[in-house]
């Protein structure tokens, strides 16, 4: 499973790269407890599980950088209410009450850690859109409304001007604006993760795990270079699960590619209208997440497919990276052709019906991820509570989690990936005006 992320990734080249960060070497080594993945949930795991066994030892490995992976890619949106996730129907009502019980569960959980440790990441409470320049798809933001107001979630309409105004571009002419919801920065998050993990915590990076296996009650992990034996494993590689053979028949994973502007100088930003921080979530599922950040520059998702998720060669990264500067000339046409400053790929791991995985898989193995896009604050919620659960606790959270509809099966290869092919296909192509 080893991982080839470019480096063209503006939140992380931002900050500059981390030093002095350990590998693992051609030894043995041996914990209590090994956590496998160290992004936004695999760091949570173990600060927890140190919480709770701060004599116990706890290694937490990771195939690339910890934190380079989806969790500093993202589009930085915490959210507390979806879309485009198959829960929006009135006869649902109670599956989308539980996805949103998770979701604020989540938001709790980073604020919280943001509030404990005094961490910087760029935190507005600033809600979101989700918009159309589509005027018949004010039906869709009409009955996702009501399924809002059955659950008291503050929300409002706007058309063409009130979106101009609030966003400084004249594309959309339908939206719903709600309340709830956070933008941030999602790489100064996940560093901020990685620099207070306390001190029983061993993260060994670039350190890529070939195999495992369960001998008797110790679980025994081969790595490129090195062994690790320990007493029990969580794994957190969320978009690379299958890939290491859990829940084989319960998630894949999708590659994405976003590009980010330089920051609008002066005068551009005084074209547009002089906006203020915002976020906006497309209604059809394949058209475009877009946002302006509070250093003025503007952030664009337009691309979902099924790609391999190790790596995306620079040529192939430069077609998306086109497919982006189309979407923002669509949107802010005044700009200048070459704004954008960079490119690149992240994988998110989706199951059938959009629930996330979290469960004991056997007496000493367990799994958190499969977030569909929701990774922030579900992760770091998911990453707390499966460390809980492994040390044989419970807790309200965790109840509210195994409420949640279980992941439902998937056929095998080649039939699964012909099939998400041919429904992503379809949806690019109902939301072709949007992207």
């Given at each position: 499973?080893?991982?080839?992320?470019?480096?063209?990734c503006?939140?992380?080249?931002n900050?500059?790269p981390?030093?002095?960060?350990?590998?693992?070497?051609?030894?043995?080594?041996n914990?209590?407890?090994?956590i496998?993945?160290?992004?936004?949930?695999?760091?949570s795991?173990a600060?927890?599980?140190?919480?709770?066994h701060?004599?116990?030892?706890?290694?937490?490995?990771?195939?690339?950088?910890?934190?380079?992976?989806?969790?500093a890619?993202?589009?930085?949106?915490?959210?507390d209410?979806?879309l485009?996730d198959?829960?929006?129907?009135n006869?649902?009502?109670?599956n989308?009450?539980?996805?949103?019980?998770?979701?604020?569960?989540?938001?709790?959980?980073?604020?919280?850690?943001?509030?404990?440790?005094?961490?910087?990441?760029?935190?507005?409470?600033c809600g979101k859109?989700?918009?159309s320049?589509k005027?018949?798809?004010?039906?869709?933001?009409?009955?996702?409304?009501?399924?809002?107001?059955?659950l008291?979630f503050n929300?409002?309409?706007?058309?063409n001007?009130?979106?101009?105004?609030?966003?400084?571009?004249?594309f959309?002419?339908?939206?719903?604006?709600?309340?709830?919801?956070?933008?941030l920065?999602?790489a100064?998050?996940?560093?901020?993760?990685?620099?207070?993990?306390?001190?029983n915590?061993?993260?060994?990076?670039?350190?890529?795990?070939?195999?495992w296996?369960?001998?008797?009650?110790i679980?025994?992990?081969?790595?490129?270079?090195?062994?690790?034996?320990s007493?029990?494993?969580?794994?957190?590689?969320?978009?690379?699960?299958?890939?290491?053979?859990?829940?084989?028949?319960?998630?894949?994973?999708?590659?994405?590619?976003?590009?980010?502007?330089?920051?609008?100088?002066?005068?551009?930003f005084?074209?547009?209208?002089?906006?203020e921080?915002w976020?906006?979530l497309?209604?059809?599922?394949?058209?475009?997440?877009?946002?302006?950040?509070?250093?003025?520059?503007i952030?664009i998702?337009?691309t979902?497919e099924?790609?391999?998720?190790?790596?995306m060669?620079?040529?192939?990264?430069?077609?998306?990276s086109?497919?982006?500067?189309?979407?923002?000339?669509?949107?802010?046409p005044?700009l200048?052709?070459?704004?954008?400053e960079?490119?690149?790929?992240?994988?998110v791991?989706?199951?059938r019906?959009?629930?996330?995985?979290?469960?004991?898989?056997?007496?000493?193995?367990?799994?958190?991820?499969?977030?569909?896009?929701?990774?922030?604050?579900?992760g770091?919620?998911?990453?707390?509570?499966?460390?809980?659960?492994?040390?044989?606790?419970?807790?309200?959270?965790?109840?509210?989690?195994e409420?949640?509809?279980?992941p439902?099966?998937?056929?095998?290869?080649?039939?699964?990936?012909?099939?998400?092919?041919?429904?992503?296909?379809?949806?690019?192509?109902?939301?072709?005006?949007?992207?």
């Amino acid at each position: 499973m080893e991982v080839f992320n470019d480096k063209n990734c503006s939140w992380l080249n931002n900050l500059g790269p981390r030093k002095n960060f350990k590998t693992l070497k051609n030894n043995t080594y041996n914990c209590d407890w090994l956590i496998v993945g160290a992004g936004y949930t695999g760091l949570s795991a173990a600060r927890k599980l140190a919480q709770l066994h701060s004599n116990k030892k706890i290694i937490i490995v990771d195939a690339q950088l910890a934190g380079e992976g989806a969790s500093a890619r993202n589009s930085g949106y915490l959210v507390d209410t979806t879309l485009n996730d198959g829960f929006t129907s009135n006869k649902d009502i109670e599956n989308y009450k539980k996805k949103s019980d998770i979701y604020s569960l989540g938001i709790n959980a980073v604020k919280r850690f943001i509030g404990e440790h005094q961490v910087e990441c760029e935190w507005n409470e600033c809600g979101k859109y989700f918009v159309s320049s589509k005027e018949f798809d004010k039906k869709i933001l009409i009955n996702f409304s009501k399924t809002l107001s059955k659950l008291n979630f503050n929300h409002i309409f706007l058309g063409n001007k009130e979106l101009k105004q609030r966003l400084g571009t004249s594309f959309y002419n339908v939206g719903l604006y709600t309340h709830g919801g956070i933008l941030l920065n999602p790489a100064k998050l996940v560093r901020s993760m990685i620099d207070i993990l306390p001190k029983n915590v061993e993260l060994y990076e670039n350190s890529c795990l070939l195999n495992w296996i369960k001998e008797k009650d110790i679980i025994i992990c081969d790595f490129k270079l090195g062994k690790i034996k320990s007493k029990k494993i969580i794994f957190a590689t969320n978009g690379f699960l299958k890939s290491l053979g859990i829940k084989i028949r319960y998630n894949f994973p999708i590659t994405l590619t976003a590009s980010m502007t330089r920051s609008l100088n002066d005068e551009e930003f005084k074209s547009i209208g002089e906006p203020e921080e915002w976020g906006v979530l497309p209604v059809r599922p394949m058209g475009a997440t877009v946002r302006m950040t509070k250093d003025r520059r503007i952030l664009i998702r337009n691309t979902a497919e099924v790609y391999n998720p190790y790596h995306m060669p620079q040529s192939e990264l430069n077609k998306r990276s086109f497919k982006q500067r189309i979407g923002i000339k669509k949107r802010f046409p005044g700009l200048p052709d070459d704004i954008i400053e960079s490119s690149w790929s992240g994988i998110v791991s989706r199951t059938r019906n959009s629930s996330q995985i979290f469960e004991k898989i056997d007496d000493n193995i367990f799994v958190a991820g499969c977030y569909n896009g929701s990774g922030i604050g579900v992760g770091t919620l998911f990453g707390e509570q499966i460390a809980i659960k492994a040390s044989n606790e419970n807790t309200s959270e965790i109840e509210t989690i195994e409420a949640r509809n279980k992941p439902t099966w998937l056929p095998p290869d080649p039939f699964l990936t012909l099939g998400v092919r041919a429904r992503l296909i379809y949806e690019s192509f109902r939301a072709k005006s949007e992207i």
